[in-house]
């Protein structure tokens, strides 16, 4: 398999723009997460969802942050508008969980890193 | 919110020497996991212990729980210069749904 894939690796935009990172998980892993990473404020879980179904979407920042996950292997995080306060590296992962068990190791793409001028 | 909170901040050792991390959480956790982050790169899943384990290995990883401490360990035993990186410690805490907090992070760089 070749990982969680996330494009684009790198984007930058300007202010007021409409960004979309979108994210691959691994075939047959049932939780998707999205975080933004940053110095001042480390690794943040944005939102997650279990079968393509947002389960807490409480860490999203703002009503400009929006994702999807329209079928088993896709997903989208929109930010509209763009602000400068949202330059971070934004990390999508995915993991598969036997019911029950508790959370297992989360696989993480390589990150898209997102800068706002 | 940062769950756990990882100790040192920063650590500098020479090749061959062993580097140990530490951890500290707040509430009670099903299992907490470490992962190493290299520069420019995602987090890579290292090692998972439950809540009913105290002591786990892999290759030069050793990890200890201690949920009376709320704590754990990390030991990279005869580090290498390629173990240079962020390590994070993460934490299932019950009745979070399945969902990790993440701490802040340590970076460990290893001398050659």
């Known amino acids: 398999d070749a990982g969680v894939i996330q494009s684009p690796r790198h984007e930058v935009t300007e202010m007021g723009q409409e960004v979309t990172l979108r994210c691959k998980p691994i075939?047959?892993?049932?939780?998707l997460f999205w975080y933004r990473q940053t110095m001042m404020r480390g690794l943040e879980l944005l939102i997650y969802?279990?079968?393509?179904?947002?389960?807490?979407d409480s860490g999203m920042p703002e009503d400009r942050f929006s994702a999807k996950m329209p079928n088993a292997s896709f997903s989208t995080l929109k930010i509209q508008p763009s602000e400068p306060r949202d330059s971070a590296v934004y990390f999508c992962?995915?993991?598969?969980?036997?019911?029950?068990?508790?959370?297992?190791?989360?696989?993480f793409g390589p990150g898209t890193r997102l800068t706002v001028t | 919110s940062q769950q756990g909170e990882e100790d040192p901040q920063a650590l500098s050792i020479q090749e061959g020497e062993n580097a140990t991390m530490n951890c500290s959480y707040k509430?009670?956790?099903?299992?907490l996991q470490w992962y190493r982050q290299n520069s420019g790169r995602g987090l890579v899943h290292l090692i998972l212990?439950?809540?009913?384990?105290r002591e786990k290995h892999s290759g030069r990883l050793r990890v200890t729980l201690d949920t009376s401490k709320k704590s754990s360990s990390l030991l990279i035993t005869a580090s290498r210069a390629a173990d240079t990186a962020s390590y994070f410690c993460?934490?299932?805490?019950?009745?979070?749904?399945?969902?990790?907090?993440f701490g802040k992070g340590i970076t460990l760089s290893v001398r050659p």
């Open positions: 212990i439950r809540s009913n384990e």
């Open positions: 992962a995915s993991s598969f969980h036997l019911g029950g068990q508790g959370s297992y190791e989360q696989y």
């Open positions: 969802f279990n079968n393509n179904v947002p389960i807490d």
């Open positions: 075939s047959g892993h049932d939780y």
């Open positions: 509430t009670s956790i099903n299992n």
């Open positions: 993460a934490t299932d805490n019950t009745g979070a749904n399945s969902k990790l907090t």
